[in-house]
């Protein structure tokens, strides 16, 4: 009869072993592909923005809102032309607004709007706009942003349902709202690796490094 033989504790130790290194070596690989998934749906997000966006300019003569114009804000301008709906004005139904790499989840709306207006090409300082803009009086759209990766921090109100404190802080019209200022940021510096998803006014979205970022993408006229 032959004697049944069983794993020895050494080999045991070295399987074991094996499978730690195979877990290091993937798991920074799987990270990245994990955040990489983030950034399509946040890009995806946005698309689907542009497209109500773009309805409610043909709507409107062509005009899409900037700042919060009296009570409403932009996001509640665009909200009949979403597939999501809120319920009950409860915005924790409608995904479309949040983007899955901020990291509260609380927060439903997770994108910022260019409420910035310039007296001239020499102005660097410019002032929030609160009435809607016509894109016609855009002259580059596809070099202007539209809608941006917002910061997180203890200053931003989150936003669950119409009504909410925080909608006059969903707008950018300061270069203090950008990187690399600190304190009153408004554009992510890092949501998406080095930088943040943008939507243009032509509609289309894009990734730009922080560094990248500069008032004049931000200008109507240039």
Partial sequence: ???????TLIELLVVIAIIALLLAILMPALQRVKKQA??????????????????YAEEYDRFVPRGASGTRAWYQ????????????NDYRSVDIYRCPSYPDKEQTVCYVVNGWDFKDREDMVGTEILEPSRITGCTRPADTIYLADNEDGLWRHIIRKQGDPGDTRCDVWSPNHL??????????????RDGCNLLYLD?????LAAEDMNVDLWRFKK
Wanted: aromatic share 14%.
């Fill in 1 to 7: 009869m032959h004697k049944r033989r069983g794993f």
């Fill in 38 to 55: 983030k950034g399509v749906v946040c890009q995806s997000n946005l698309r689907q923005i542009g497209l109500g966006a773009n309805f």
């Fill in 77 to 88: 301008f665009f909200m009949p032309f979403l597939s999501q709906k809120p319920i009950d």
């Fill in 179 to 192: 990187y690399p200022s600190e304190g009153d940021r408004r554009v992510a510096q890092a949501r998406h």
């Fill in 203 to 207: 509609w289309h979205v894009d990734w």
